[in-house]
């Protein structure tokens, strides 16, 4: 098992000719805080969105958990939390399941959350 929860090797990345990550070894430490800084453009957000699994890296360059995360997805995915960009809306739900969402977030007690509820019907 690798010492790292996070690992990159030479990761490229482009959106057709436009270079967005360009051979990017990265080695984070289990246990670490790790942060991405630099000016827009410079690929943190899809660095993110690639150690997430969300837009898919070449082969054997990125590995969470000692893991390559193309051929691990769902096992690496159900050990991380992330919110990208802190979207308003989740599109793969509902609205009545995104009032659901924010309640639940807001840590609402049920008979608010219930008035939500019955406010969206």
Known sequence: ??????????????????????????????????????PNGAGKTTTIKILLNLLQSPADQVFVFGKEINRNRIATLKRVGALVEQPAIYGHLSGK????????????????????LLWWV
Request: net charge positive; glycine share 8%; aromatic share 12%.
């Open 1 to 38: 098992m690798s010492n790292f929860a996070i690992e990159t090797v030479g990761l490229n990345y482009n959106f057709g000719s436009q270079t967005v990550v360009k051979d990017l070894s990265l080695q984070v430490p289990y246990g670490s805080i790790y942060g991405f800084l630099g």
């Open 97 to 116: 399941e995104n009032l659901i969402n924010r309640c639940i977030l807001w840590v609402l007690k049920k008979a608010k959350l219930m008035k939500c």
